[in-house]
Structure formats: C-alpha cells, structure tokens
C-alpha cells in the first residue's frame, strides 16, 4: 500500500514544506514513487458565477516558470532523501484544481495523495476548498497535512 504517491503542492511555503515533509518520510519508509503536482493558479470566477473580466482563456494568477521551480525544489528535497520523484506542472485550462489533481492522481494510478490543508475560510466552507473537494472525490486515500 503506497506505492505511488500524488503530492499536491501550492505556492505557499509554509504548507508546501509540510506536504512535502510528510511526502519524503512515508516515501523514503515505504519505498513509494512519487508525483509531485502543481496546478497553475487561474483567474476565478466571482461568487455570482459571473467572469470577473471576459477573455478567451482564464488568465493566469502565477508565473509557470516559478511553478516549475517550485515543483523543481520538492522533486531536489525528495530525491535527497532517496525517493523516486517526477514532477508535473500543469494549467487548469478552466478546471477546478481538485478536479486537475485528482486527473493527475488517476493518471498516476496513486494509492495516496497528500495535499496541504490551507484551514477553514468561509469560502471554503460555501463554495468548497481544493482539499475539501480532493478528500470528498478521491478514489484513494487522501493525507491531509496541516
């Protein structure tokens, strides 16, 4: 059991260390392969369901190239640790994240994601936070890491 793994990270240090803290000891423990995920961030929609700006593509809220090196900096830390990592880096392309993420978990054929708990907001609580919606929609086990 664990044998591949789906770490979802996101721009946010405090929580990706932790991800990935929690990735490299079960990894390293149960000699797991690992996918380390990163969703590029897009422009949402506002709570009236309403484009905030009408364009043909959602634009993008972050840079992929520093996506691509945060995946980059995780793949170095588990790999030190003598883990079997790969990194993917991708675009919504109007998905929801969870949604991009558990695509990426299937696609892994993962028997356990591990993805950072970002607590409760109350948006969160209405609309559903990527976590949230990962641990309700997986159809593996999912760690998550506060």
Known sequence: MFERIVAAIDDDAFRRKRVIEATRELAAARQSTVTVAHILELERRAATGRPTTITAAPPRLEDEALAKALV?????A???????A??????????P?????LSIAGEADADLIIVGDRGAHLSDLLLGGVAY?????????????R
């Open 72 to 76: 980059e900096e995780a793949l170095a």
């Open 78 to 84: 588990l790999r030190e640790a003598g883990v079997n």
């Open 86 to 95: 790969k990194g993917v880096v991708r675009s919504g392309g109007g998905s």
């Open 97 to 101: 994240t969870a949604k991009e993420l």
């Open 133 to 145: 919606r990962i641990v309700h929609a997986a159809r593996c086990p999912v760690l998550l890491v």
